[in-house]
């Protein structure tokens, strides 16, 4: 069964520093999703991406994100400088048309 | 606005009970909704959605009830089994616009399955 994958299951930086989070949605899916879950919290959404380009973001998705989908099958969210409080499990999710979205099983990043 | 607690809402039940997991939702131009488990360490898995033109949907042991009244929706297991025990989130979006497809979690409820 197709699966959305996520790579690395577990990140550690330092504060400051870039990180790269990167997803592969399911081969033929069209909308592609990224949301973060704070330890003990729901999950939030982030930023939805649709034909090559960002459909909605949150007030989270400030300008030390960014989303790109460089070769037709990756899914990346890039954070340019980490804060504490980005610390959280994000979650790459897609969804082919007007149906359920696939959730990939996330990646842990921690900020020291 | 939505409530954020780092204190999640229990439910605590026998093996084979039925069980039922409740949710308010926020916004009532939402048009679809549905139901996610989430192990640990894990993400959230689809259990069941259905949509606002409906007020019940079966699956598989799974039933979901819409009141689009009171902006109410739950989730009824039948015969919970411990592999049942979960974080359950409900989910509800948008029908069109930029939002088509943006998920709005709810709380989430930790439902423990006792042997």
Redesign the interface.
């Known amino acids: 069964e197709p699966e959305?994958t996520q790579t690395p299951s577990h990140q550690v930086t330092q504060m400051g520093q870039e990180v790269i989070l990167r997803c592969v949605p399911i081969s033929n899916h069209l909308?592609f999703?990224w949301?973060r879950q704070i330890l003990?919290?729901?999950?939030?959404?982030l930023v939805?991406f649709y034909n090559n380009e960002i459909?909605?973001k949150s007030e989270i998705f400030d300008d030390q994100f960014s989303v790109e989908r460089p070769d037709g099958s990756n899914f990346t969210l890039k954070i340019r400088s980490t804060k504490l409080e980005d610390s959280a499990m994000y979650?790459c999710?897609s969804?082919r048309g007007r149906?359920?979205?696939?959730?990939?099983?996330?990646t842990r990043l921690t900020v020291l | 606005g939505e409530s954020v607690g780092l204190h999640l809402p229990t439910l605590s039940v026998q093996e084979g009970d039925n069980s039922i997991i409740n949710c308010a939702y926020s916004n009532s131009a939402s048009d679809y909704f549905i139901w996610y488990k989430q192990e640990s360490g894990k993400g959230p898995q689809f259990i069941i959605d259905i949509r606002s033109n409906m007020d019940k949907r079966q699956g598989q042991r799974v039933t979901v009830l819409l009141n689009k009244t009171v902006k109410h929706l739950s989730l009824q297991i039948a015969a919970t089994q411990p592999g049942d025990s979960a974080v359950y989130f409900c989910a509800e979006s948008l029908a069109g616009g930029t939002s088509y497809g943006k998920l709005t979690f709810g709380q989430g409820t930790i439902l423990t399955v006792h042997p």
């Open positions: 959305v909308y999703y949301y003990g919290q729901k999950v939030e959404f939805s459909s909605e979650f999710a969804r149906n359920e979205q696939f959730f990939g099983p996330g």
